[in-house]
């Protein structure tokens, strides 16, 4: 098979989107739009990917070069068309072979299944140039498709540089080609910027092609959403909606329960096991893995952590880069911090904050309680009002909970300390030295009962009342 070298064009200023960021940057279904493109690329499992950035090309590198090893970026400074664009990533494919993937950072709905047809239409048919199309109702703005008596793309004309005539042709360029390697280079230099906008157009290849005897193939795709493109802050929020329901659509055929899909926001990373029930408001991102009839109830967001089977996640609880075990029960209000771990069966209710801390199997921490740096073991009663003192201010310190152990409530363990297998801990107590299996620790001031006392007072408070009448009188 050929070798495919993808390129994406990413240099454009993106003005509309009046923004800091570069505009292929910006998320769309909870990944950087640039991501999608890349995605629907790397299907072809391509022999190199370059992405040609102007703006900002630190970020943009900095962006998305962890996720792709493969890809090289490559700057375009200043921009001066389409064809100067590809012209940039000369040094990354001089010498190679192949077919080149042209594809748009700001496209994000293309499929990988129409890239992979798009590179199977030019290959079979042994052209040089092939272009996506596709047939709108309005194609103000977007280059046209001109084709000669016998059917054949002649040239593809831009909305500024056409007459009147060509203006009303519906078939568009999507932009998207795929090119042979070959000489593509020194075609490209043959380009020439007299047109409306004294640019280099990657277009003119068409011509240049033909003129060459050189086969140039045109392949209308059925859904003209897929080559839809982000320029402003409001497209970028209709295309956010457009991938919310794709994605939605998808994980319902797998056999997920998606009560109000218009308000339920699911990553393209996010797996989700059969017969788990998502309820409205809900927010499912990054690496995040839900096992099989798991409920996550309104108001939830779940951010890079592993689920697993029949845990149930009650409203408006967060959790982030944690794993929690089949059975657990976790919310309402219940905050989970990087580096937990929720073993079965475990239940943290609401007003708790687990910061790296496990949790064993069975385990209890219920109500209002701050667990940091913890190690938990199985069995455990973690009261109301517990507390970890974990930080000195200048070092976290562990705190050790054994099997079987019961935290009474507002108790405050400093830390570092060790809670003994099966010891009780008395409510109330400031926990500050470790405490031996099976004891009972308790720390506080012993209560004095003043029997009577009340009454005293009260005759003292009335007495007191009545001097002040007196005087006021006098
Ligand atoms: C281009 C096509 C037009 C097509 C349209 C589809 C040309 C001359 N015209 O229009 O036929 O209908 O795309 O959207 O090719 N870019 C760079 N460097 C540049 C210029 C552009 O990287 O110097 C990138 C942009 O970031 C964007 C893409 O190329 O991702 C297209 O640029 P844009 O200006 O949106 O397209 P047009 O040139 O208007
Ligand atoms: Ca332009």
């Known amino acids: 098979m050929t070798a495919i070298h993808i390129v994406v064009l990413a240099a454009g200023k993106g003005t509309r989107m009046k923004s800091d960021l570069p505009k292929v940057l910006h998320h769309v279904g909870g990944a950087p739009m640039l991501d999608y493109v890349l995605r629907a690329g790397f299907s072809l499992e391509p022999a190199s990917a370059t992405v040609v950035v102007g703006h900002m090309a630190e970020?943009?590198?900095?962006?998305?070069?962890?996720?792709?090893?493969?890809?090289?970026?490559?700057?375009?400074?200043?921009?001066?068309?389409?064809?100067?664009?590809?012209?940039?990533?000369?040094?990354?494919?001089?010498?190679?072979?192949?077919?080149?993937v042209l594809l748009y950072g700001d496209v994000p709905l293309l499929r990988?299944?129409?890239?992979?047809?798009?590179r199977d239409h030019h290959e079979s048919k042994g052209a040089s140039l092939t272009v996506l199309t596709a047939s709108v109702e309005n194609p103000k703005g977007y280059g046209r498709i001109v084709r000669d008596a016998s059917g054949q793309?002649?040239?593809?004309?831009?909305?500024?540089?056409?007459?009147?005539?060509?203006?009303?042709?519906?078939?568009?360029?999507?932009?998207?080609?795929?090119?042979?390697?070959?000489?593509?280079?020194?075609?490209?230099k043959q380009i020439k910027t007299t047109n409306a906008q004294g640019e280099y157009y990657l277009t003119d290849l068409v011509e240049i092609y033909r003129s060459q005897g050189r086969r140039v193939e045109a392949l209308p795709i059925d859904d003209p959403n897929e080559l839809l493109g982000v320029n402003s802050r409001e497209e970028l929020a209709r295309m956010n909606a457009i991938l919310r329901?794709?994605?939605?659509r998808q994980i319902m055929a797998s056999g997920v329960t998606l009560v109000d899909p218009a308000t339920t926001w699911i990553g393209p990373d996010v797996e989700i096991g059969q017969d788990t029930v998502i309820q409205p408001n809900v927010y499912l991102e990054g690496r995040t893995k839900i096992g099989?009839?798991?409920?996550?109830?309104?108001?939830v967001r779940i951010i890079d952590s592993t689920l697993a089977d029949q845990v149930l996640i009650q409203n408006y609880t967060i959790i982030r880069n944690s794993t929690v075990a089949s059975g657990a029960i976790l919310g309402p209000f219940t905050h989970i911090r990087p580096d937990s771990q929720i073993d079965a069966g475990a239940h943290v209710g609401n007003f708790v904050e687990l910061k790296k801390t496990r949790l064993g199997a069975g385990s209890k921490a219920n109500h209002l309680a701050y667990l940091g740096d913890a190690t938990i073991g199985e069995g455990v009663n973690v009261g109301a009002g517990v507390i970890t003192c974990n930080y000195d201010g200048l070092r976290k310190h562990p705190t050790i909970i054994e099997d079987g152990a019961f935290v009474g409530t507002d108790s405050q363990l400093?830390?570092?300390?060790?809670?003994?297998?099966?010891?009780?801990?008395?409510?109330?107590?400031s926990i500050t030295e470790d405490v031996p299996p099976g004891a009972l620790?308790?720390?506080?001031?012993?209560?004095?009962?003043?029997?009577?006392?009340?009454?005293?007072?009260?005759?003292?408070?009335?007495a007191e009342r009545a001097r002040l009448a007196e005087s006021k009188k006098g």
């Open 153 to 188: 793309v002649e040239r593809i004309v831009e909305e500024r540089d056409a007459s009147e005539a060509q203006r009303a042709i519906t078939e568009i360029n999507s932009g998207i080609y795929a090119f042979v390697l070959e000489n593509l280079f020194n075609t490209l």
């Open 292 to 299: 099989r009839n798991c409920e996550i109830l309104a108001g």
């Open 441 to 462: 620790a308790i720390s506080r001031g012993r209560q004095v009962n003043k029997e009577g006392w009340a009454a005293k007072k009260k005759a003292m408070q009335a």
């Open 112 to 118: 990988a299944e129409t890239v992979r047809k798009l």
């Open 414 to 429: 400093v830390a570092p300390v060790r809670i003994g297998k099966d010891s009780y801990i008395a409510a109330g107590s």
């Open 245 to 248: 329901d794709q994605r939605n």
């Open 59 to 100: 970020n943009v590198r900095a962006s998305v070069g962890s996720a792709w090893p493969l890809l090289k970026t490559v700057v375009q400074e200043p921009q001066l068309g389409t064809a100067h664009a590809v012209m940039q990533t000369e040094p990354v494919l001089a010498g190679q072979t192949g077919t080149v």
